[in-house]
């Protein structure tokens, strides 16, 4: 329930001072995200590559608290800026931005939505970096633009 999710969520912010943060999954969603932040700031046009990215936060992981883990940060945007720098994160971003706009003019409303969904649940996982995240989405995107503009998608004569 929201209550009991709610509830996890206060025990894990109270735990992450703590340095026991690595046990609680919130926590180390967080802590991705902010040691991806560093990553970024230390190559902020470039990145450190996507392909290298998993091992830079494994080593900052390491740097700063002293722990071993491996894990992207848990949001596609700052994944992005980490690992591909502004210019990367200005590609990505222009043709996401096309997409959007191209379905948001000839689609039916809900593609808009469901792909507004999908640029939303980057901001705490990266669903695009994903297999099944990625298929889904160009999947919708597809059947955004083959439907786009029909009156009734069954009816196709």
């Not at 206060?10 to 560093?38: C, I, M, P, Q, T």
């Not at 830079?56 to 949001?75: A, G, S």
């Not at 590609?91 to 948001?104: C, D, R």
């Not at 593609?111 to 297999?131: A, D, N, R």
Request: with cysteine.
């Amino acid at each position: 329930t929201i209550r009991e999710k709610w509830a996890y969520f206060l025990e894990d912010f109270r735990n992450y001072e703590s340095h026991s943060w690595w046990f609680y999954s919130d926590a180390v969603r967080w802590k991705s995200n902010l040691v991806g932040w560093e990553v970024f700031k230390s190559s902020p046009w470039w990145g450190v590559g996507l392909g290298d990215l998993i091992d830079e936060m494994h080593l900052q992981f390491f740097l700063m608290d002293n722990i071993r883990i491996r894990e992207y940060p848990h949001n596609l945007w700052i994944t992005f800026l980490a690992g591909s720098g502004l210019v990367g994160f200005g590609l990505l971003n222009v043709a996401l931005g096309k997409i959007f706009i191209s379905i948001l003019k000839h689609g039916r409303l809900v593609y808009p939505i469901i792909v507004f969904i999908y640029f939303v649940s980057c901001l705490v996982e990266t669903t695009l970096l994903t297999s099944l995240g990625s298929i889904s989405f160009v999947m919708i995107s597809l059947l955004a633009s083959t439907y786009a503009g029909d009156e009734d998608p069954y009816n196709r004569e």
